[in-house]
């Protein structure tokens, strides 16, 4: 089994530090092939560059979802794979549960993710104007994971994803109308919301995803991305590179 991991990332200060702190822990896994996707200025549509896939465009929120569909265009015909998982980066993994958790569902037919929500409240940010689309079920995009069957049917179909909103919920609604049957509700990966200053005994490593948003400036979801990481993974003083406790 091979899991591809697509994070969300984009040129700032914070961001370059969170950055780091994600390099530090997810290239060690021989099954596990991680990218951060990004999108800039350039040349050609895809552009890679060590661990970073480069997407021809301009940065902005509503973007997220081109760069998105893009990235998984160049890796269905690039890279062996047979779940994605959508992330950002601020979001810590416990990758060998999430490992675990991936090998304990079907590689076919599936659209699920940590945090399960019902759109019910207007965001003009994320071009939700109206109550059109209330009521739409979505993984939020720190969590997605989906079968390959699935992305390859999205990218296929891509002129038929809601550019015009955010990302998670474009998804969820593109999935919801044409694949309803890979919508997996029940048997979710675990998830937590960290939403305040974290310590290290309070670390639950069952967990899969750490999604870190609880300050303005991010300092602070700096500081509980790297007690997470730290709490799950340890360094091997001889290699300096980091393994699970």
Not at 13 to 20: F, N
Not at 61 to 88: C, G, P, S, V, W
Not at 217 to 241: C, H
Request: proline share 1%; with cysteine.
């Amino acid at each position: 089994m091979k899991l591809l991991i697509l994070s969300i990332y984009s040129n700032d200060k914070k961001y370059d530090e969170m950055l780091k702190i994600q390099q530090s822990y997810v290239h060690q896994y021989s099954n596990v092939i991680y990218y951060f996707i990004c999108l800039r200025k350039q040349t050609n549509m895809i552009e890679v560059e060590k661990d970073i896939i480069y997407v021809k465009g301009e940065e902005a929120f509503l973007n997220i979802t081109y760069k998105t569909i893009e990235a998984l265009n160049y890796a269905l015909q690039h890279i062996e794979f047979d779940y994605m998982i959508r992330t950002n980066i601020s979001t810590i993994i416990n990758i060998p549960a999430l490992i675990k958790y991936c090998s304990s569902i079907t590689k076919k037919n599936i659209y699920t993710g940590g945090n399960l929500l019902t759109l019910q409240w207007i965001d003009t940010k994320s071009g939700i104007k109206n109550k059109k689309l209330f009521g739409t079920k979505f993984f939020q995009g720190t969590s997605i994971i989906m079968s390959k069957n699935v992305v390859s049917y999205l990218v296929k179909h891509k002129s038929k994803i809601r550019y015009d909103i955010v990302d998670d919920v474009a998804f969820g609604l593109f999935i919801d109308t044409y694949l309803p049957g890979a919508f997996v509700i029940g048997n979710a990966p675990s998830f937590e919301n960290v939403q305040k200053n974290i310590k290290a005994a309070y670390v639950n490593k069952q967990f899969v995803f750490f999604r870190n948003r609880a300050y303005e400036n991010r300092g602070g979801d700096i500081k509980n991305m790297k007690i997470i990481r730290n709490a799950l993974y340890k360094t091997n003083r001889r290699t300096k590179k980091l393994r699970l406790v």
